[in-house]
């Protein structure tokens, strides 16, 4: 499983106000550019920023709670959908961190820790088959952590 860790997008979350006013003026110009528009709402961020600090601090639920906040209020955030799925598996709702990962992907299709991660549930779900094609993927998109599990298993 990956640790959320800030993204280059999740750093985009942590602009100042100014600049997020600046980042939703030029989603206006990018015609509705869903990373542009997923960090222009400050609660969003809110939310967002709280969950990743829940979950660094072992609290689960609580980091759930505040990404689905977050995504209640962007439900275009690829980003907040992974980390909600990590947060889930975490607990144990394999199917809630598995539906997570593919809203994310919907949202995102460069998101390869969410291919990854998905790949991970669909190993654990005796789908290796599935989780090939995921890692592959993810390997695709640059991430080079499965490589290895394709070399291995696929």
């Known amino acids: 499983m990956v640790t959320p860790k800030l993204t ?37 961020r809110q939310y967002f920023d709280q969950g990743l600090e829940k979950y660094e601090a072992g609290n689960y639920q609580g980091a759930i709670d505040d990404y689905t906040k977050a995504i209640e209020i962007n439900p275009q955030n690829a980003i907040a959908y992974n980390n909600r799925g990590i947060a889930r598996f975490k607990l144990g709702d394999y199917q809630g961190s598995s539906a997570d990962y593919t ?6 299709t460069s998101q390869s820790a969410a291919y990854l991660n998905r790949g991970l549930n669909r190993e654990r779900a005796a789908d290796l088959e599935g989780a090939c094609d995921d890692w592959r993927k993810a390997v695709e998109l640059g991430n080079r952590r499965p490589a290895e599990w394709v070399k291995n298993q696929c």
Do not use: C, F, H, Y
Request: aromatic content about 0%.
């Open 103 to 108: 809203k994310a992907i919907e949202n995102d």
């Open 8 to 44: 280059e997008e999740q750093k985009i979350l942590s602009m100042s106000r100014r600049t997020i006013a600046i980042a939703a003026a030029l989603s206006v110009l990018a015609l509705g550019s869903p990373l542009i528009t997923a960090n222009a709402n400050p609660l969003a």
